[in-house]
């Protein structure tokens, strides 16, 4: 069965934006962008908010129509147009770039989409993981720590009464100081379970 792995960058005091939706702090170099490419191209699909959706849907479907742009990037536009992307949003009417719209996560309907064929499914954004996790849908977890502290932004965990035991399983160092932290639910471990709030996908 396909896995639902949360893939993340965040700031060493746990943010993945800061305000206005700055990631200025992010340390993204030629090693690191061929790191994603290669992990997303082994993917069976993206699934992500509305808001992350159209910031990528904005960029990466013709990035590659300028001959400006980095090779390593001109790749990763090929390989986000081609791999299938599911975008939960209550409001979003129309998508294109091979894109389903859901509504709502139903745990029902994540099983039925994890048990067809093909490569795991990556997870993004702050309040779609949210849901997953409150639903306990998060097979595993990879974050890229960049090294940076930015204060205050949105916060990649929601406080909950909740606990999740982790197993690491790989870490991995990039020249550019970012730091793979990759882990998996602990075996044989269950989520204690506490007061959670819902995640949005407007």
């Known amino acids: 069965m396909r896995k639902i792995v949360l893939i993340v960058s965040v700031s060493l005091d746990g943010y993945i934006e800061g305000p206005d939706h700055d990631i200025s ?9 061929q790191h994603f490419n290669d992990l997303v191209r082994g993917l069976g699909g993206l699934l992500s908010g509305r808001v992350t959706h159209e910031l990528m849907a904005g960029f990466w479907p013709t990035a590659d129509a300028d001959p400006e742009t980095p090779a390593v990037m001109a790749e990763f536009a090929g390989i986000w147009r081609d791999i299938p992307k599911y975008v939960y949003s209550r409001t979003l009417r129309h998508a294109d770039w091979n894109t389903t719209i859901v509504r709502e996560v ?12 093909g490569g795991d499914l990556s997870l993004s954004g702050a309040d779609l993981a949210a849901a997953f996790l409150r639903h306990d ?66």
């Not at 309907?109 to 048990?115: F, M, P």
């Not at 849908?137 to 035991?165: C, K, M, N, S």
């Open 25 to 33: 702090w992010h340390r993204v170099d030629d090693e690191l962008h």
């Open 106 to 117: 139903v745990p029902e309907e994540v099983d039925a989409l994890k048990r067809q064929p």
């Open 137 to 202: 849908l998060v097979d595993e977890i990879r974050l890229y720590v960049h090294p940076a502290l930015i204060g205050r932004g949105t916060p990649l965990f929601p406080q909950t009464d909740a606990t999740t035991l982790l197993e690491l399983i790989e870490t991995h160092t990039f020249g550019n100081g970012v730091v793979l932290l990759h882990y998996r639910r602990a075996p044989g471990e269950e989520v204690t379970a506490g007061t959670e709030g819902a995640g949005r996908h407007e």
